[in-house]
C-alpha cells in the first residue's frame, strides 16, 4: 500500500481565518514533506520532517506552520494567508530507495 | 538549488507513435532520478526510477547518463491514456546534511492524438 492521505480536498478560507490540513500516511516512512504547487507549474518543497524533526524548511512565510504530531501524522497549520497562498498543497512521503508518494493534495482558495 | 531541465513541449503525436523526453541536471551530488506522471489538478505520481544500467518497465524505458548529467525516458506504441505531463525528478542532498529534496524539471506536456 503506497497511499498518502490528505484532508480537506478542498478549502476556502479568507485572510482572517485559521486552518490546518492533515495529511497521514501507514507506510513506515520516517521522513515526509509539504509542497506547493501552482498551476503549470512544477511542486516547490516548503518543509521537510525526518524522525519527526523539521530538517528544512525552505524560506517559508511563518504564516505557514507545520507539525509533526508522531511518524504518521503531518499538519499544516494556516493563519493570515493572502491570496497569493492558493495553490494545491500537496503531502509526500519518501521510501527507501528516496521515491516520494503523494496524497492527492488540497486545493486551497483565499479569499 | 541546482536545477532540473527539461522541454517543456508540448508534445503532439498520434496514438501508437513512440515518444522520447529528455532531461538534463546541473547537481553532481544527485543520488536518486525518477519520472513522475502529473495529471491535470492531480498528485504527481510515480512513473519509474532511473538506474545507470538503464531499465524497463512494459513500454517505458529510462535510461541515466551519469557522466553527462543527463536522463531519458522512450514510451513505445503510445496510448490515448498516456497524455499527461511528465516530470524528471532528481533527488539530492541538502547542505549541511540531515535531510533530501526532490528537485522536479518544469515538466513535459505530452498529448496524443487519436
Known amino acids: 500500500d503506497t497511499e498518502v492521505t490528505q484532508t480537506p480536498k478542498h478549502l476556502v478560507m479568507g485572510m482572517t481565518n485559521k486552518k490546518s490540513l492533515k495529511c497521514e500516511q501507514h507506510m513506515g516512512h520516517r521522513a515526509m514533506y509539504w509542497y506547493k504547487q501552482k498551476a503549470k507549474k512544477p511542486p516547490e518543497l516548503m518543509f521537510v520532517?525526518?524522525?519527526?524533526?523539521?530538517?528544512i524548511n525552505e524560506s517559508v512565510p511563518s504564516r505557514f506552520s507545520p507539525e509533526c504530531p508522531n511518524s504518521s501524522l503531518l499538519n499544516l497549520h494556516l493563519h493570515a494567508l493572502q491570496p497569493e497562498d492558493s495553490a494545491l498543497y500537496l503531502c509526500a512521503s519518501r521510501g527507501q530507495t528516496y521515491e516520494q508518494y503523494f496524497g492527492p493534495g488540497t486545493r486551497l482558495t483565499v479569499t | 538549488r541546482k536545477e532540473v531541465e527539461q522541454d517543456p513541449g508540448p508534445f503532439n503525436v498520434p496514438e501508437g507513435a513512440t515518444v522520447a523526453f529528455n532531461c538534463t541536471y546541473s547537481n553532481s551530488a544527485s543520488q536518486s532520478f525518477f519520472w513522475y506522471r502529473q495529471d491535470c489538478r492531480k498528485e504527481p505520481k510515480l512513473l519509474m526510477s532511473?538506474?545507470?544500467s538503464g531499465n524497463e518497465d512494459g513500454r517505458f524505458t529510462a535510461q541515466l547518463n551519469r557522466a553527462s548529467q543527463y536522463i531519458s525516458l522512450l514510451i513505445r506504441d503510445s496510448k490515448l491514456s498516456d497524455s499527461a505531463t511528465y516530470l524528471c525528478?532528481?533527488?539530492?542532498?541538502?547542505?549541511?546534511?540531515?535531510?533530501?529534496?526532490?528537485?522536479f524539471g518544469k515538466g513535459t506536456h505530452l498529448i496524443i492524438q487519436p
Open positions: 532511473v538506474y545507470s
Open positions: 520532517y525526518s524522525y519527526e524533526k523539521l530538517s
Open positions: 525528478v532528481v533527488n539530492s542532498p541538502y547542505s549541511g546534511g540531515g535531510a533530501d529534496g526532490l528537485t
